[in-house]
C-alpha cells in the first residue's frame, strides 16, 4: 500500500508542472527551438542585361531563386540562416553604374510566392540593360562588407547570370582575365563566388581564368540549374517546408563548397 501511495503523490505532484508548460506564457518542451541566423553574408546578384533577360533562362532562375532565398532564411532543410543578405542586380545601360542592394528584410517573412513576386518586381523582364559588369558589382560588395562591419564572416555571393563578360573587342581569354575579384580578396577567409546558370565553356572560364587568391569559385551549368523543378526533387503539391529532395539537391549542386583554386 505504502509503495502505491508514493507513486500517486509523485504523479499528483508532477501534473501540474506539465499542464503548465502548455498554459500562454510558459515554455513548451514539445515544439523544438527555432534555428538562430548564422554567421553567414549572403550576397545575390541577378544579370539584368539583355542577353541574359531575354534568354530562356531568365523566368526559370527567379523561380528557383525565390525558392532558394525562402529555404535560407527559413533554415528549412539544414540551409543555414544568414546574418545579412543583400540582392542586387549585375549590368545596367552604363559600365560601373551602382545599383541598390536590398537587405533582408525585403524578403522575411514572406511565401516563396510573395518572394518570387518581389523578385520580379526589382527585375523587370521589360527592361533594356546593354552591359554586363561583374566588377562594379564586386566593387559594390566590398564596399557593403566593409560599410557594415561584416569583415570576416564567412561570405557566399551568388550570381544569377549566364557568365559572360561584356567587356567590348578582348579575347576571350582577356575578358574573363579583366574580371577583378582583388576587392573581395581581404573580406574574409572563407569567401564563395557561385557563378549559376552558365554553359560549360564559360564555366570552365571563371573556373581557371579569372584572377584570384583566396576567393573559392563554384559554377553550375544551366542545363544543370534548370533540374531544380523536376517533379523528381520539386515534389508537387508537398509544401515548401517538406521539400527535402529539393533542399538536398541545393546542398549538392547549389551551396557545395568548393576547394581553393589560386590563378595568377
Do not use: C
Not at 518581389?118 to 559594390?140: G, H, M, S, V
Amino acid at each position: 500500500m505504502r509503495i502505491i501511495s508514493v507513486a500517486v503523490l509523485i504523479a499528483a505532484l508532477l501534473a501540474p508542472t506539465r499542464v503548465a508548460a502548455d498554459l500562454p506564457g510558459f515554455p513548451s518542451t514539445s515544439n523544438a527551438q527555432a534555428p538562430h541566423p548564422g554567421r553567414l553574408v549572403l550576397f545575390i546578384g541577378v544579370d539584368i542585361s539583355g542577353s541574359f533577360m531575354n534568354g530562356r533562362d531568365f523566368d526559370d532562375s527567379i523561380g528557383f531563386l525565390a525558392r532558394y532565398i525562402h529555404a535560407h532564411l527559413n533554415g528549412l532543410g539544414g540551409m543555414e540562416i544568414p546574418h545579412s543578405m543583400f540582392v542586387g542586380s549585375i549590368g545596367g545601360v552604363k559600365k560601373g553604374e551602382a545599383k541598390t542592394l536590398f537587405p533582408i528584410q525585403s524578403f522575411q517573412d514572406r511565401t516563396v510566392e510573395e518572394i518570387e513576386a518581389q523578385l520580379r518586381l526589382l527585375f523587370p523582364r521589360k527592361q533594356e540593360n546593354p552591359f554586363t559588369d561583374f566588377n562594379a558589382y564586386f566593387a559594390q560588395v566590398a564596399e557593403m562588407v566593409d560599410s557594415k562591419k561584416l569583415i570576416l564572416k564567412p561570405i557566399s555571393i551568388v550570381l544569377i547570370t549566364d557568365g559572360r563578360p561584356d567587356l567590348g573587342g578582348m579575347s576571350r581569354s582577356a575578358k574573363f582575365r579583366s574580371i577583378r575579384l582583388k576587392p573581395l580578396e581581404n573580406l574574409s577567409r572563407n569567401i564563395t563566388l557561385r557563378v549559376l546558370y552558365t554553359d560549360a565553356v564559360t564555366a570552365k572560364s571563371w573556373r581557371d581564368e579569372v584572377p584570384r587568391k583566396r576567393v573559392k569559385v563554384w559554377t553550375q551549368d544551366a542545363i544543370v540549374m534548370t533540374e531544380w523543378k523536376n517533379p523528381k526533387t520539386l515534389i508537387p503539391g508537398r509544401a515548401p517546408t517538406e521539400q527535402q529532395k529539393f533542399f538536398s539537391w541545393v546542398k549538392d549542386n547549389v551551396d557545395f563548397q568548393p576547394r581553393l583554386h589560386r590563378v595568377n
